[in-house]
């Protein structure tokens, strides 16, 4: 058998990385694709290699040369590969097509080797690797039937959004018998450039000939096998994440800070949100707006903090809204709050962040598993000089809880000396009795202008994507300070909207927030029966687990994601933490709890 690689495209959306080297030239992780691919065609029974070069095909043919590593190497060139697309480069080898059976292969692929090993043990002579649907994929599609034959190719302007369930994608990876290139494929490539000319897809004329029902080509679906093509900058990154190794990997998923929907395969238990909320109707609500919202301006800062007081049912004097609660505490620690701050490690690090070290009196509990309360804060800051004093409540990444009556007391201590609270109420929905757990009540923001109240309407609303947040005061002065601190339009129609009809669902919400407790009941339990892995009480949304023996955390944290594609945070990348051998898992819904537990059980057995 023989390979034929494209590799003549300039790959234009690539910018700088294609100025002077065709796509295949690119490294990916420090490894340039071209040789990626020769490696692993060395693996298996690979007789020779055509290359079709175009674009910078000297630099190409200067780095791989005339034998490979002993694969021996047969050019050809395409001369006009700026004016013509890949059905023309593979015209171009057509003689070379039907003397072997081949497997054709564009340039611009990253693939796990499993892939290669799937299509030489196919016994079908003629195969086409596809995958199923995501939405980061794009070109030529393909109909499967039941018994996996091709039944039709779907060009991009044939596409349609209303059929995507049953679309798989051509990874561009296709395995051609001598006897189909020489009797079916090749003359109908011929054919079909002679009408419709040189600036096509290859792709096109697998269509024609699907159609026509003149061959038998098979798809091999290659499930959740790992791929990408890389066409732009954007996909050179994320491919770079997807084919890392080791911690690396993991350093490049937390670099993103989310946008984890570009990984369909991965199963998130890093970032929290209510799985439970918001419901199908009110999602249903947001897609029947959508072209609207879309093409129409939100509202301002008056109407959105008046939204935002009939959600909570506090004035809108005393709210703010934010894209996202992120910025709003980098409004209040960079405008409000000019002096030192308490701050409990380990926390949520968009506070300390935003803050200089040396305006920072932090405070690491000295019980076992980081528990704390007020009078051990009271305690500790008694004689240090702060200006404010951040209490997250339910913590966040321990999940200790302060219940309300001692909140209350600490907030009365903050007021003796002239002590700015700021509590961070972003996971109190999830805590035991939540509804009586907050303190974004109107009563107790009049009664206490000392107090600042900060809520993630992302986490347990279950709607991250919006990118929605509050502050809460009864300081008017200081809410009318970050309303002009902040852009006028600062949230989008869409969060608007969600905001505007949230109170209809009030009470789904209150239904998914008791759902909630009971799954995190259970959860637990099943955690607790994982060996080596002790499960801190919780009244947040997650669990940190304590891991005694057999692995670090880092080497768990690297295995759950290399091995079964799910994350979940290492405990030794927030301060405070460092040597504890701590993770954090987020509670999802039940059926993905359990297929955590099931892992775990699997790797601690």
Not at 224 to 253: P, S, V
Request: some cysteine; aromatic content about 12%.
């Amino acid at each position: 058998m023989q390979a034929l690689i494209l590799a003549a495209g300039m790959g234009r959306r690539l910018g700088e990385k294609t100025r002077n080297n065709t796509k295949c030239m690119i490294e990916v992780n420090g490894v340039r694709l071209i040789d990626r691919v020769l490696n692993q065609l060395k693996s298996h029974d690979i007789d020779r290699v055509v290359i079709v070069a175009g674009y910078c095909r000297e630099s190409l043919m200067s780095h791989v040369g005339d034998d490979y590593q002993g694969i021996p190497i047969h050019w050809i060139i395409n001369p006009i590969y700026d004016k013509t697309n890949n059905i023309y480069s593979l015209a171009l080898a057509k003689d070379e097509l039907v003397k072997d059976d081949t497997l054709l292969i564009e340039s611009d692929l990253i693939f796990e080797d499993e892939l290669l090993q799937m299509i030489f043990e196919d016994p079908r002579p003629n195969v086409a690797l596809v995958a199923k649907y995501e939405t980061w994929m794009d070109g030529t599609m393909v109909c499967i039937d039941d018994q996996n034959n091709i039944t039709n190719f779907v060009p991009k302007q044939a596409f349609t959004y209303a059929n995507v369930d049953s679309y798989y994608k051509t990874v561009n990876i296709y395995k051609f018998s001598k006897e189909f290139s020489r009797g079916v494929y090749v003359p109908f490539l011929e054919a079909y450039s002679a009408v419709m000319g040189n600036n096509e897809y290859y792709e096109q004329v697998l269509r024609v000939i699907t159609l026509l029902d003149s061959a038998n080509l098979k798809a091999l679906p290659i499930g959740n096998k790992r791929w990408y093509e890389i066409d732009d900058i954007q996909d050179l990154d994320i491919a770079e994440a997807l084919f890392a190794q080791g911690t690396d990997r993991m350093k490049r998923y937390f670099a993103r800070y989310g946008g984890y929907w570009r990984f369909p395969q991965l199963l998130d238990f890093c970032y929290l949100v209510n799985p439970y909320f918001p419901p199908m109707r009110m999602k249903d609500e947001l897609r029947a707006n959508f072209d609207v919202l879309l093409t129409e301006y939100p509202s301002g800062m008056r109407v959105n903090s008046m939204l935002a007081g009939k959600y909570f049912g506090v004035s809108s004097d005393y709210i703010i809204v934010g894209n996202g609660a992120a910025e709003l505490i980098k409004s209040l620690t960079e405008t409000a709050i000019k002096g030192s701050i308490g701050i409990v490690y380990p926390t949520f690090e968009e506070y300390p962040n935003r803050k200089n070290a040396s305006d920072i009196i932090a405070y690491i509990p000295e019980k076992p598993d980081w528990k704390y309360d007020a009078d051990d804060l009271m305690r500790f800051y008694d004689d240090k000089p702060i200006e404010a004093l951040l209490l997250v409540n339910p913590d966040n990444p321990t999940g200790n809880f302060i219940d309300k009556a001692s909140v209350m007391r600490l907030l009365a201590w903050c007021e003796q000396r002239n002590v700015t609270l700021v509590l961070d109420e972003s996971f109190v929905d999830f805590s035991d009795d939540w509804e009586t757990n907050s303190m974004l009540d109107n009563s107790v923001l009049e009664q206490h202008p000392g107090l600042i109240v900060v809520k993630s309407i992302s986490k347990s609303y279950g709607v991250p994507g919006l990118r929605l947040g509050v502050m809460a005061s009864g300081n008017v002065e200081l809410i009318t300070t970050m309303k002009k601190d902040v852009a006028i339009w600062n949230i989008n129609s869409f969060a608007e909207f969600y905001m505007q009809i949230f109170n209809k669902y009030e009470r789904q919400y209150r239904e998914a927030c008791a759902r909630f407790v009971e799954e995190r009941r259970r959860f637990a339990g099943r955690l607790q029966q994982v060996p080596h892995l002790r499960v801190l009480p919780s009244q947040a949304n997650f669990f940190t687990c304590v891991i005694e023996g057999k692995y670090t955390s880092t080497e768990l944290t690297q295995m759950l994601l290399s091995k079964y594609e799910i994350l979940i945070k290492d405990g030794e990348t927030k301060k405070g933490m460092h040597g504890t051998n701590c993770v954090r898992i987020a509670i999802r819904d039940r059926a993905d709890n359990d297929y955590l537990c099931d892992v775990l059980m699997e790797i601690f057995k």
